[in-house]
Each structure stands twice: as C-alpha cells, then as structure tokens.
C-alpha cells in the first residue's frame, strides 16, 4: 500500500512558479510510476505528466510541455512537479497518484491505471 500527499499549491501570478509535492510512505517511489493529474470545475480529471519507476522516463501533456518538470527525491521519498510560467488556465485542483503494475520504462496517462491517490492541492493562477 501506498499513501500519497500533495502540498505546495497556493495563489500565484500568471507567469509566476510552483513547486508541489508528493510524499509518499509504505513504498519507495523507486519501484513505482508516478503521475500527475489536475481538475478544473466542471472538467474532467486530465493527465498533466509521469514518471516511471526507472526514472528514465517521463512524459508531459501538450498543455504543459515546456513549462512543467517531473522530478523525484529517492532519499525523501517525494516526487515533484515544477510549474513555470504559470496560465490561468493551469487554475485546478492538482493530484499525484501511484502506478504499481507498469513496467519500469512506461509511464501511462490513463487514470484507470493508477492505483493509489492523494487528496489533492489547489493551484490557482490569477492574471
């Protein structure tokens, strides 16, 4: 089992920068895939980018390409998502989420996919 928490999320200026993050405990984030996901109201849930267990790969969202990079800290046991230049369309409620099935070099963007979730953290981005 793993249990997963967001935090970092707040209020910032549209091209501004946040850093989340997600710790995780019961399981290193070594020998799992980490995504991450965001909702806006009356939107779906919508991948934003991952990792995979390896760390050799990672792969983003074309809303995001360019401006958001998944890192993760094995020693901390925490994955990060760095946001630079923040839109107001980034404004959501941002999870991390725990893939323990894929293999070591795959990082896959179906919500289905993922088996464990944190609670959430609320970015939002004013302009």
Do not use: H
Not at 91 to 112: E, G, Q, R
């Amino acid at each position: 089992q793993v249990q997963l928490v967001e935090s970092g999320g707040g209020l910032v200026q549209a091209g501004g920068s946040l850093r989340l993050s997600c710790a995780a405990s019961g399981r290193t984030v070594s020998t799992y895939a980490m995504g991450w996901f965001r909702q806006a109201p009356g939107k779906e849930r919508e991948f934003v980018g991952g990792i995979s267990w390896s760390g050799r790969t990672t792969r983003y969202s074309d809303s995001v390409k360019g401006r958001f990079t998944i890192s993760r800290d094995i020693a901390k046991n925490t994955v990060y998502l760095q946001m630079n230049s923040l839109k107001p369309q980034d404004t959501a409620l941002y999870y991390c989420a725990a893939d323990i099935t894929s293999f070591s070099n795959t990082v896959v963007s179906a919500t289905s996919t993922y088996d464990y979730w944190g609670q959430g953290t609320q970015v939002t981005v004013s302009s």
